[in-house]
C-alpha cells in the first residue's frame, strides 16, 4: 500500500473571533472519529490566544446560558491550518470504485471491515519521552480475549484517566500533563495519572474494534482503580467515555471532553464520501450496524448521550477541526446536561490538545489554578 500523503493547508489568523461559553443553568449508540476512522498527530506550534472581555449574557437554547466573549490572536503571524490526520492512500479509492461497480456486496464487505480497523499509526517522537515516563505497562485483558497496555504514572490517591480517539495513543495528552506539572508541581504526588491504549491500538492485541469495546477497556480500568476524579477524553475517547459511565457504570467523577464526535449515522457518510463508496455500500454499512446494535444504535452516540449525563463535563470543539466537524461539536456541548461548553478557533483536531490556553481553562475548571 503506497504511503499515506499529507495535505498541508494554511490560514491567515484573523484579529479576533467570537467563542461562545455555554453554561447549564440549574433550571434549566456509537459516536466516530470523523472523515475516516483514525488519524495521527501532526501539528505544530498551538495558536496563542488571549480571552477578552465578557459581555452582557443572553440566553440562547434550552437551558444554556451563553456567554459571548472574544478571542484576541496576539500572534500577528499567520497560523498554518492543521492537515487531516489521514487522507486515503489512492489504492484505497480505487479499490472501493472498482469493486462497488463489480459488486455491492463485494465492496460493502470491504467497506465494513476499513470502518472497524484504526489505521496503525506510528508514534511521533515528540511522544516517546512521555511514554516512556511511565516504564511497562500493565496488560489487561478485555472480554474479547484480546490484551492492552495501561500505563500508571504518580503517585497520589486520586486518579486522571487519558482516553485516547480512534487510532490515538494515551501519549496525545502529553504535551498537556506536561504544562499541567508545571503549573501543578505537586500533581503527581496528590494525583496517580493512568492511560491505555485501547483493544487493537499501540501495543493492544487485535485489528478490529468499534466504541463500545474502547468503552468496555474505560470501564475496567476505573474499576481496577476504584475511583477517577478526573477523566480526559479526546475524539472518539469523548463518546466512549460517556458510554461507559452511563451505560456501564464506570466510577468517574468529572470528564473534560475534547473535539467530541457526532452521530455513527452521520459518521458513516462522511466515511463513504471520504474513500468513495457509493450510497448501496453506504446503507449496507448501516445495516450492519442495526443487525449488530439495533435500530436505534444512534442512541449510544455523544449527541444523544449528553442530555442524560450527570457529572460534570467541560467540552471544548475548534471551528476549524476538519476530522471531526464543528457541528457534532456545538450539538454535543449545546445538550450537554451539568455541561460548561468551550469553542476555539485556529486549532483544528489535535493541535487543540496542546495548546496553551486550553489547558489553562483545564486547570481552572479542573483544579481551581490560574
Known amino acids: 500500500m503506497p504511503r499515506v500523503q499529507k495535505k498541508v493547508w494554511s490560514l491567515l489568523a484573523s484579529q479576533t473571533f467570537p467563542i461562545?461559553?455555554?453554561?447549564?443553568?440549574?433550571?434549566?449508540?456509537?459516536?466516530?472519529?470523523?472523515?475516516?476512522?483514525?488519524?495521527?498527530?501532526?501539528?505544530?506550534?498551538?495558536?496563542?490566544?488571549?480571552?477578552?472581555?465578557?459581555?452582557?449574557?443572553?440566553?440562547?437554547?434550552?437551558?444554556?446560558?451563553?456567554?459571548?466573549?472574544?478571542?484576541?490572536?496576539?500572534?500577528?503571524?499567520?497560523?498554518?491550518?492543521?492537515?487531516?490526520?489521514?487522507?486515503?492512500?489512492?489504492?484505497?479509492?480505487?479499490?472501493?470504485?472498482?469493486?462497488?461497480?463489480?459488486?455491492t456486496r463485494w465492496a460493502a464487505n470491504i467497506a465494513w471491515r476499513w470502518f472497524l480497523t484504526p489505521y496503525p499509526f506510528k508514534?511521533?517522537?515528540?511522544?516517546?519521552?512521555?511514554e516512556q515516563r511511565f516504564g511497562s505497562p500493565t496488560m489487561f485483558t478485555h472480554d474479547n480475549g484480546n490484551r492492552y497496555p495501561v500505563y500508571q504514572m504518580g503517585t497520589g490517591a486520586k486518579n486522571i484517566l487519558l482516553i485516547h480517539g480512534w487510532a490515538g495513543r494515551f501519549t496525545q495528552f502529553g504535551a498537556m500533563i506536561e504544562a499541567m506539572e508545571t503549573q501543578y508541581p505537586s500533581l503527581l504526588e496528590e494525583y496517580t495519572i493512568s492511560g491505555f491504549n485501547a483493544v487493537s491500538h499501540r501495543g493492544a492485541e487485535g485489528k478490529r474494534t468499534l466504541m463500545p469495546e474502547i468503552a468496555?477497556?474505560?470501564?475496567?480500568?476505573?474499576?481496577?482503580?476504584?475511583?477517577?476524579?478526573l477523566a480526559l477524553a479526546h475524539s472518539l475517547g469523548?463518546?466512549?467515555?460517556?458510554?461507559?459511565?452511563?451505560?456501564?457504570?464506570?466510577?468517574?467523577?468529572?470528564?473534560?471532553?475534547?473535539?467530541?464526535?457526532?452521530?455513527?449515522?452521520?459518521?458513516?457518510?462522511?466515511?463513504?464520501?471520504?474513500?468513495?463508496?457509493?450510497?448501496?455500500?453506504?446503507?449496507?454499512?448501516?445495516?450492519?450496524?442495526?443487525?449488530?446494535?439495533?435500530?436505534?444504535?444512534?442512541?449510544?452516540?455523544?449527541?444523544?448521550?449528553?442530555?442524560?449525563?450527570?457529572?460534570?463535563?467541560?467540552?471544548?470543539?475548534?471551528?476549524?477541526?476538519?476530522?471531526?466537524?464543528?457541528?457534532?461539536?456545538?450539538?454535543?456541548?449545546?445538550?450537554?446536561?451539568?455541561?460548561?461548553?468551550?469553542?476555539?478557533s485556529g486549532l483544528g483536531h489535535r493541535r487543540i490538545l496542546r495548546d496553551a490556553k486550553v489547558i489553562e481553562q483545564i486547570m481552572k475548571w479542573g483544579f481551581n489554578l490560574s
Open 20 to 103: 461562545k461559553f455555554a453554561v447549564l443553568c440549574p433550571g434549566g449508540g456509537i459516536g466516530r472519529h470523523a472523515i475516516l476512522r483514525g488519524w495521527c498527530e501532526y501539528s505544530r506550534a498551538s495558536s496563542n490566544l488571549v480571552l477578552g472581555t465578557e459581555k452582557t449574557p443572553t440566553v440562547r437554547g434550552r437551558g444554556f446560558l451563553f456567554l459571548h466573549c472574544v478571542l484576541v490572536m496576539t500572534d500577528q503571524q499567520s497560523t498554518p491550518k492543521e492537515p487531516l490526520s489521514f487522507t486515503p492512500p489512492k489504492a484505497m479509492t480505487r479499490m472501493a470504485r472498482t469493486t462497488q461497480l463489480i459488486s
Open 216 to 229: 468496555a477497556c474505560i470501564h475496567q480500568v476505573t474499576q481496577h482503580l476504584g475511583e477517577v476524579d
Open 238 to 344: 469523548s463518546n466512549a467515555t460517556m458510554y461507559a459511565v452511563q451505560r456501564l457504570g464506570a466510577p468517574i467523577k468529572r470528564q473534560i471532553l475534547i473535539a467530541p464526535p457526532g452521530r455513527i449515522s452521520a459518521m458513516v457518510g462522511l466515511f463513504c464520501n471520504a474513500i468513495g463508496f457509493n450510497t448501496a455500500v453506504h446503507a449496507q454499512i448501516v445495516d450492519n450496524l442495526k443487525a449488530k446494535f439495533g435500530e436505534d444504535f444512534d442512541l449510544f452516540s455523544a449527541p444523544e448521550l449528553a442530555p442524560s449525563n450527570t457529572i460534570p463535563t467541560l467540552v471544548f470543539h475548534d471551528v476549524n477541526d476538519k476530522d471531526t466537524p464543528i457541528s457534532f461539536g456545538r450539538e454535543v456541548g449545546e445538550k450537554m446536561a451539568n455541561g460548561t461548553y468551550i469553542e476555539t
Open 123 to 130: 508514534i511521533p517522537k515528540r511522544e516517546v519521552p512521555f
